[in-house]
């Protein structure tokens, strides 16, 4: 439970500090190749095996309190056929057994070093680089859903505050344009969108521009 003396709209990047402080414990500590599908994800061998929602209250015109939920698939030994291809656990990725209390405190003390990083600085500048380094879809093509329109893109990463940065492919199409540095320096501006995103399903992130849009 949270009281973070903070503007509203950056109570968000708790989620993602969550997501990074488990993550980089995960690797750090047990050498897992944990990986973050932004926002509120992290993977292992293309698997989910660790979910994150964050509730705030207000009181007035400012935070209440905030509860960063997060649920770790820690020592499941088996899951039901229709999720098998989906979700794993960290003892079926290691075959160690965990003491969960243990593992909780260690979550626990990574993500109050990160939190207080993040309250001096009041954003995400002091690990963006580091979380785009595990963010899994970095780089690579996306396909974003939006309302009555669906395009391919490419995601860069997140930026100091937490959106992501994403390309859309369809400005190579409209301009004729095949080298990528050309694109980038005519199209930059234009063809980045900052996107924020919530979560509907294992398959699915929605991404808040406004209208809202998604990618697989």
């Given at each position: 439970l949270l009281r973070p003396e903070i503007?509203?709209?950056?109570?968000?990047?708790?989620?993602l500090i969550m997501a990074y402080s488990t993550a980089k414990l995960l690797r750090e500590k047990w050498n897992f190749k944990?990986?973050?599908?932004?926002?509120?994800?992290?993977?292992?061998?293309?698997?989910?095996?660790?979910?994150?929602?964050?509730?705030?209250?207000?009181s007035g015109c400012e935070i209440g309190h905030v509860?960063?939920?997060?649920?770790?698939?820690?020592?499941?030994?088996?899951?039901?056929?229709?999720?098998?291809?989906k979700a794993s656990s960290l003892y079926l990725e290691?075959?160690?057994?965990?003491d969960?209390?243990?593992?909780?405190?260690?979550?626990?003390?990574?993500?109050?070093?990160?939190y207080n990083r993040f309250l001096e600085v009041?954003?995400?500048?002091f690990m963006r680089e580091s979380y785009n380094e595990m963010l899994v879809n970095r780089n690579r093509e996306v396909l974003v859903l939006e309302p009555?329109?669906?395009?391919?893109?490419?995601?860069?990463?997140?930026?100091?505050?937490?959106?992501?940065l994403v390309e859309k492919n369809k400005v190579m199409n409209l301009t004729g344009i095949t080298e990528w540095d050309e694109v980038l320096e005519k199209h930059f501006l234009d063809s980045i969108s900052?996107?924020?995103a919530i979560d509907i399903s294992q398959n699915i992130s929605v991404l808040d521009m406004g209208t809202g849009a998604g990618f697989p």
């Open positions: 503007a509203t709209e950056k109570a968000a990047m708790l989620t944990a990986e973050i599908k932004w926002p509120n994800d992290i993977v292992i061998s293309g698997k989910k095996i660790c979910g994150i929602l964050t509730e705030m209250t207000m509860v960063v939920g997060t649920g770790i698939n820690v020592n499941v030994t088996e899951f039901p056929e229709e999720l098998k291809d290691s075959h160690i057994l965990f969960r209390k243990k593992l909780l405190n260690e979550v626990l003390k990574e993500f109050w070093k990160q009041q954003d995400l500048s009555g329109n669906e395009y391919q893109a490419i995601a860069h990463g997140i930026n100091d505050t937490g959106e992501l900052l996107i924020r």
